[in-house]
């Protein structure tokens, strides 16, 4: 055996000795090929993931029906709905003395060549005040037409504070509550619902003279 057959022998011994030494390398295997009778497995489908439930009082909240009035509610009691303002008939002469509350302010006149002159004094109070008075305007607002102030309250034949007595002069009083004939036989009258049929003189402020 020469020297070139010597050295083959040696490199196929280490050779050998290396592969035995050396773990076995793991060999891919192909996958077999499917039977046409194997049976069909169904895919399997991604897992699906349980709905949250929504908290209680949202499903109440969502169920609950809304209030008629359009308002929405927040869980607590219906709040009531906002009340109109009541209009009422506003006098600044009005009030509640009378059995029959301004049951004699007439309707604003405007003076004619039809007026009589009404004169009202008061030695008391200090006043004398002459006004055209239109017939059938009471003397009350026929005196604060002409800018003069007068004592009332009620200004519906309730009370006294407007009470006169005719010095001069035809008149006449509607219907009222606190005079009686002895009174009107003593020819005290009521300012706020007495008119006059001719030129007249009244003294005023005769509410304490009442008996």
Not at 145 to 159: D, Q, T
């Amino acid at each position: 055996m020469g020297i070139r057959d010597r050295l083959r022998a040696r490199v196929r011994r280490m050779v050998g000795q290396e592969e035995a030494s050396s773990p076995p390398r793991a060999t891919a295997l192909a996958p077999a090929p499917a039977s046409p009778h194997a049976p069909r497995l169904p895919p399997v489908a991604a897992p699906v993931e349980p709905p949250i439930a929504a908290p209680a009082h949202a499903s109440r909240a969502a169920n609950a029906v809304p209030p008629s009035d359009g308002s929405l509610d927040a869980g607590g009691p219906p709040s009531p709905a906002p009340s109109m303002p009541e209009l009422r008939f506003q006098d600044d002469h009005a009030t509640s003395d009378a059995p029959v509350r301004n049951a004699h302010h007439a309707e604003t006149f405007e003076t004619t060549e039809a007026a009589l002159q009404v004169r009202v004094y008061s030695r008391a109070a200090g006043l004398d005040i002459t006004f055209p008075c239109e017939p059938g305007e009471y003397i009350l607002d026929a005196a604060e037409r002409a800018g003069h102030e007068l004592p009332f309250s009620c200004r519906g034949g309730g009370c006294l504070v407007c009470a006169g007595r005719v010095d001069e002069g035809a008149v006449e009083m509607d219907e009222q509550y606190v005079l009686d004939d002895e009174h009107i036989a003593d020819r005290f009258r009521l300012l706020c619902c007495t008119t006059v049929q001719t030129d007249a003189v009244f003294e005023s402020h005769l509410e304490d003279s009442v008996d």
